[in-house]
């Protein structure tokens, strides 16, 4: 019976410490939002109940486990999904288990590496300085080339992020074509410095054979922003270049954030885009303004405008956007 008993106590202490050496965590965000859009001149608008309007609405496992000696072993796997259908987003219209992520790798003193569908090194800084939150309301996702052209997750990759070092900070992530006939890889990486009130990132990306009607070439895009926080207000900025061949777009992006109190805050971004003669010589513009009231650390509403158009070499506008809407977000 004591010999029982004394097994039983060492096997839960064994389970105790296995259980604190390795984690696994469900996590999420619902967001939708109610708003009327107009797409195209003349349109009409359409009221619509939508998903995303802050962050896409998705769920997610992700873990670590304790290998000793600094080094763990972690993991992810998330979801896309439209929180006002309840439908799984899809990846290049293909049905996925996890199109936002899957990966495992290992994280220690020398960063962290890891494998898979991943985030890349661009999209990683991409958004933050982005006013308008980086949302719907950020007319930079509606009129930058940079925005709307790169691969944002190159798939079967290979992902090295370091740790931060003085404020800086660096990453690195190749997605193999996995294909003899053509190079379609995609390579980027980006570099950023935080500390203080001054933050800065730098990415490039190279996505290699692009088709487009005619021609397969190179897409090489860089990006650099930046903000400075005055503590009234935060000032946001960034510069994009897009070339593709004799193709060139460039993009430039200015906004700020004005915290209120310490729950609401308002930001207010305007971006233009600009292609060379060789690509057409248009230009897309807009302006976007955006609301956010915390709730709570886990819940917030808001909301919005941004307003955008396009106009050919002759000035004369080809397409314009707006969009007017409220929502809501909850993070678990």
Not at 313 to 319: E, H, I, L, R, S
Request: glycine residues 14%; charged residues 15%; negative net charge.
């Amino acid at each position: 019976m004591k010999k029982s008993l004394i097994a039983l106590a060492v096997l839960g202490s064994v389970a105790g410490v296995a259980q604190a050496q390795s984690s696994v965590t469900l996590y999420g965000i619902v967001d939708v939002y109610l708003g009327s859009s107009k797409s195209g001149i003349g349109a009409s608008s359409v009221t619509r109940l939508d998903s995303g309007g802050f962050n896409g609405s998705r769920f997610g496992l992700k873990g670590s486990e304790d290998l000793g000696g600094g080094l763990k072993a972690v993991f992810a796997l998330e979801q896309g999904f439209s929180a006002d259908t309840g439908v799984a987003n899809t990846f290049n219209g293909a049905s996925t288990s996890f199109n936002r992520q899957s990966y495992v790798g290992l994280a220690g003193g020398f960063g962290t590496v890891t494998f898979g569908n991943v985030w890349s090194s661009m999209d990683d800084v991409l958004g933050a300085s982005n006013a308008a939150f980086d949302s719907v309301f950020s007319p930079a996702g509606y009129v930058a080339a940079v925005n709307g052209s790169y691969v944002d997750r190159p798939r079967n990759a290979i992902k090295y992020q370091s740790n931060d070092f003085g404020g800086f900070s660096a990453g690195f992530t190749h997605g193999l074509d996995e294909n003899t006939t053509a190079n379609t890889d995609v390579t980027d990486f980006s570099l950023s410095y935080a500390a203080g009130p001054v933050a800065a990132n730098l990415a490039y990306q190279v996505q290699n054979g692009v088709v487009v009607p005619g021609f397969v070439n190179d897409l090489k895009l860089t990006h650099l922003g930046g903000s400075y926080d005055l503590g009234v207000a935060k000032i946001l900025a960034s510069v994009g270049n897009a070339k593709y061949g004799s193709f060139k777009t460039n993009d430039y992006q200015v906004g700020v954030d004005v915290p209120l109190s310490p729950a609401l805050t308002l930001s207010a971004s305007y971006a233009m885009s600009d292609d060379n003669a060789a690509a057409g010589d248009s230009e897309r513009a807009g302006f976007g303004i955006a609301v956010e009231y915390k709730l709570s650390k886990r819940t917030k509403v808001y909301g919005g405008v941004v307003s955008t158009k396009d106009e050919d070499a002759a000035g004369v506008k080809t397409d314009e956007n707006r969009l007017y809407a409220v929502g809501i977000q909850h993070r678990f």
